[in-house]
């Protein structure tokens, strides 16, 4: 367990969870996903900017939204049945929902966002789920997601596991912990953890 903050883990009075590879794992297929995206759009996707270059390519192009995101969609509710949980991870917002205010932020759609909760039982975890339809910026995402639980961002820890997770909570001005081992270039997050029992250690 890295911890790069000074902050008390008591501090903190809300919680913003991002999904895939977070919360859960997703098995989506995104190597044919960037392909009909590419097909639809006409641009090159890199694997790792995907969906940077999608909010460009809808910048552009808004008229692709609908097309681009109910493709996106069908390949994620494709998957959505070999949603698994990492372990820890339902039982810390459990936890959490108890005695704080809880929201979730994805890239993933709002159909398969639903069926998840729905099948994983973790509707009643979440104040709010912000989702792409609502924002394709994860700055954008934490922000709307701290209004939409009625807190602040001094009382929030942002939960990711990615560079642009770190980017984004530092834009929305929130703390930030990133699980697991994923490269972060520059980016230093407030506390990096292997697993939600560290987490849950450290929050309980």
């Known amino acids: ?18 999904l895939d590879r977070t919360l859960v794992t997703i098995p989506i297929d ?6 009909e ?13 995907m969906f940077l270059q999608l909010r460009e390519i809808l910048r ?5 939204r609908g097309p681009l995101f109910s493709t996106i969609d069908s390949f994620e509710l494709k998957a959505a049945s070999g949603t698994k949980p990492m372990d820890g991870a339902l039982e810390l917002l459990g936890v959490l929902a108890g005695r704080a205010k809880v929201a979730l932020v994805t890239l993933q759609g709002r ?7 729905r099948t994983l039982k973790m509707d ?18 934490i922000q709307m997601a701290v209004r939409a639980i009625r807190s602040s961002p001094e009382l929030t820890l942002f ?46």
């Open 111 to 117: 159909p398969v966002c639903d069926e998840i909760a």
């Open 37 to 49: 995206v590419e097909r639809i759009s006409g641009v090159t996707l890199d694997r790792t900017l």
């Open 124 to 141: 009643g975890f979440f104040g709010a789920r912000i989702t792409r339809e609502d924002s394709l910026d994860r700055g954008e995402q």
């Open 159 to 204: 939960v990711g596991d990615m560079e642009n997770d770190v980017i984004g909570a530092r834009r929305a001005r929130v703390e930030v912990a990133i699980m697991g081992n994923r490269p972060l270039g520059d980016q230093r997050p407030d506390h990096r953890f292997q697993n939600f029992a560290e987490l849950r250690s450290f929050l309980t």
């Open 60 to 64: 552009r192009r808004p008229e692709l």
């Open 1 to 18: 367990m890295e911890r790069e903050g000074s902050v008390n883990a008591g501090s903190y009075r809300s919680f913003v969870f991002d």
């Open 30 to 35: 995104w190597v044919s996903v960037r392909k």
